[in-house]
């Protein structure tokens, strides 16, 4: 029943570390987004894709690299991890481009 | 570019109505949302305002001027799980959120 998931839920790395977040959508939806959300609950976003192709790209380290293997799956993997990534990315859908945006669950990333 | 206020806090008792304001200015419009946020948890969708006026979906309600580039969220009948993050969001191709006013219900 799940509509928008993401894997996994908590994730507690050493700085330096690569990690991957996966997010998966099962409503059908064309676009799909990451966003982070600093200590201050503050809401970014950081990529867009639509039907597999990058739209938006945030100004954001070239250490973050998003992929899109299939239009229901967008995963975001990170290269040399910083304290300063420590935050909740949020993978989110919309049925197209602007049109409402679901949410999935968050992943707490924290780097030590 | 895009740049969205809404107030940081606020508080308000069980049984009450409460309004959250929202201004914003923006190079392109495709409509404003409302998103609640729990403590914890994912922002969920609670409204989506286009043309001017008044949206009422049962205790919520959101209302827009575009010529004044100002939103509002009202909540009647306040009950404790109402406490959370309001987030009102805009833009064209991609959102823009602002920073979400923390609302605190007490008895």
């Known amino acids: 029943d799940t509509a928008v998931s993401q894997t996994p839920k908590y994730l507690v790395t050493q700085m330096g570390n690569d990690k991957s977040i996966k997010c998966e959508q099962n409503?059908?939806?064309?676009?799909m987004y990451w966003y982070k959300q600093d200590s201050k609950k503050f809401l970014k976003i950081m990529f867009s894709?639509?039907?597999?192709?990058?739209?938006i790209n945030e100004t954001v380290p070239n250490r973050f690299s998003p992929k899109s293997p299939d239009k229901a799956h967008l995963n975001l993997h990170i290269n040399s991890l910083e304290l300063g990534d420590s935050a909740v990315y949020f993978c989110a859908s919309s049925q197209d481009q602007r049109a409402t945006q679901y949410f999935g669950p968050g992943t707490r990333l924290t780097v030590l | 570019g895009q740049n969205i206020d809404q107030p940081t806090e606020m508080t308000a008792t069980e049984g009450a109505i409460v309004q959250i304001n929202c201004t914003y200015q923006t190079s392109g419009f495709n409509g404003l949302f409302w998103y609640q946020q729990h403590a914890g948890e994912a922002p969920t969708f609670l409204s989506y305002?286009?043309?001017?006026g008044l949206e009422e979906k049962g205790r919520f309600s959101s209302f827009l001027s575009r010529s004044k580039g100002y939103s509002y969220l009202l909540l009647k009948e306040l009950q404790m799980k109402d406490s959370a993050s309001y987030l009102c969001a805009t833009g064209y191709s991609t959102l823009t959120f602002g920073k979400g006013t923390m609302l605190l219900v007490s008895p």
């Open positions: 894709y639509n039907n597999k192709e990058l739209i």
């Open positions: 305002n286009v043309l001017d």
């Open positions: 409503l059908g939806h064309d676009t």
